[in-house]
């Protein structure tokens, strides 16, 4: 009976053995197999070939960040395709540091670290981005093939020319664009009223606006110019919309869509006329003591009409004698 009992317990050591040994394999294999995938992934990067990028998304996969907002494929392609424009050289580093195998399934963690050359867009020089993220992935094979299915961002760091910049959470983000939001739309009602002080009563004292070709002009000169401007006008409304808005820290760039409607007597004719300003604008806020303000603007594109007719902008008339 003893030798008996002696034998099951060995066959069964063995094949526990096995069990372990085949396990282990397994999970290797995927290992490996993910592994491969990530090289394909950095591969694809260092060309900016976001559809190579994004190969191993599965279609319905879903991406949630530190905050809890969730993307899907075709957002977060849109979202690539869009940055890659402004970038000139991208690496990408992963590094798996567990993964736990369940048959099909897979649970990743991941490190990875994003570097990237890119344009800055406040003096189209170049700037270096990098980003340091974990991540749990849930991965699934399907037909022999490893896809992604879900990721969610665990943590986060980035860092602009070497200085770490805080990541903003979409609630910060909301936060502060209703604030600079706000601030339009005294802004607004401060044009209504010819009201000079209050439509700039966002602006920093060392504020600077970029024309068109370069030229730069500060707060002395365009407060003067509103002024005479708007002196002789017998009525003015704006309207200003954000199209897109990044938060850093304390520091946001807001692109805007500014539009300007003014009826006085043109000086030519002696008849009144309709002015209308449109232009895009990328602008540069700060918040300081709690309070956000404006401390660059760069006019991107431009235009004025004439009761309909394009005309020339209101400084060029000013250069001209015109205003």
Known sequence: MIRRMRLIGLVTLCIASSFGTAKADDTANAKKAIQTIYAKVVAAAAKKDVKGMMAYLAPDYEEATLDGVTFKVATIKAKWEHAIQSVKTMKISTTITKLTLSGDKATVLNKATINMVGISPRNDKDVILIYEATSEEQWEKKGGAWLEKRSKTL???????GKEIPIAMAGDVATAKKAIQT???????????????????HVAPDYEEGEQGGTTTKLPYIKSLLERTLSRMKSVRMTIVIT????NGDKATVLTVQTYTALADNPRTKKEAKLVISSTNEEQWERQGGVWIEKRAKAITAKATVDGKESSMPDQQRRKGEL
């Open 155 to 161: 943590s986060m760091k980035q860092f602009v020319d």
């Open 183 to 201: 601030l339009y739309a005294k802004a607004a009602a401060a044009a209504e009223k010819k009201d000079v002080q209050g439509m700039l009563a």
């Open 244 to 247: 897109k808005f990044t938060l």
